[in-house]
Structure formats: structure tokens, C-alpha cells
């Protein structure tokens, strides 16, 4: 299994940016897939998750970012998205796309709910 994140920027508060994480070797919708983000000196934090699609895709997020980030995901491209709006400061950190290859019954945001990972995109909210 192979992820590739990209879109990571440096942008303004209130920006947007938009996060992709390009999968091959696994279809993408058969399993629960998250964003996490990890600011220098901090531990990696849950940011957004989306279950699989025979679970019914529901997504969740922190509260850090609900309200402002969208997960989603295009089963045709295989490509997982991260939409995020209003960015703020502390939105600053790298972006890292996870997959599960294990469902479990209930929220799934720890880091060690995943299995895989992409390299990361760094995301800078500076002005």
C-alpha cells in the first residue's frame, strides 16, 4: 500500500487549502480512512476520519477543525480529500493521511487505529 499526500502550502489565516492522499494497492472506500497532523515537538493529533463505505462513510471531526475541515473522498479517483477552510495559526503543522486496514466499532482517532501512512504535506498558516 502505497499514499501520497500533497496540496500543502503556505497561506494566510482564512485561507483554504485543499489536501489529496493518492492511494495505490488498496481501494480506498472498502476501508476507514483519516488525516492527522503533527506540529514540530508535538504528538501526531486526530484531525478528521471517514469510515468505510460498508460501515456508511460517516465522517467525524476534532474540534479543532469541525465546522471548518471536510474529509472526503472520491471512490472513481481513489483519492482521499482533506478540504480545509478558515485557517487559522494553529492549524500549522505536517498533514499525514492514514489508512485502517482493521474497522472497529466506534470513533477510530488514534494514530494506532491506522495502519499505513502517506509521507505528509507540510501546511504553514502564517501572516
Known amino acids: 500500500v502505497q499514499l501520497q499526500a500533497s496540496g500543502g502550502g503556505s497561506v494566510q489565516p482564512g485561507d483554504s487549502l485543499r489536501l489529496s492522499c493518492e492511494a495505490s494497492?488498496?481501494?480506498?472506500?472498502?476501508?476507514?480512512m483519516s488525516w492527522f497532523r503533527q506540529a514540530p515537538g508535538m504528538e501526531r493529533e486526530f484531525v478528521a476520519a471517514?469510515?468505510?463505505?460498508?460501515?456508511?462513510?460517516?465522517?467525524y471531526y476534532s474540534e479543532e477543525v469541525k465546522g471548518r475541515f471536510t474529509i472526503s473522498r472520491d471512490s472513481a479517483k481513489n483519492v482521499l480529500y482533506l478540504q480545509m477552510n478558515s485557517l487559522k495559526f494553529e492549524d500549522t503543522a505536517v498533514y499525514y493521511c492514514?489508512?485502517?486496514?482493521?474497522?472497529?466499532?466506534?470513533?477510530?482517532?488514534?494514530?494506532?487505529?491506522?495502519?499505513?501512512w502517506g509521507q505528509g504535506t507540510e501546511v504553514t498558516v502564517s501572516s
Open positions: 471517514i469510515r468505510r463505505s460498508g460501515s456508511g462513510g460517516a465522517t
Open positions: 492514514g489508512l485502517a486496514e482493521r474497522h472497529k466499532v466506534g470513533l477510530m482517532t488514534r494514530p494506532g487505529d491506522y495502519n499505513y
Open positions: 494497492g488498496r481501494t480506498l472506500s472498502r476501508y476507514s
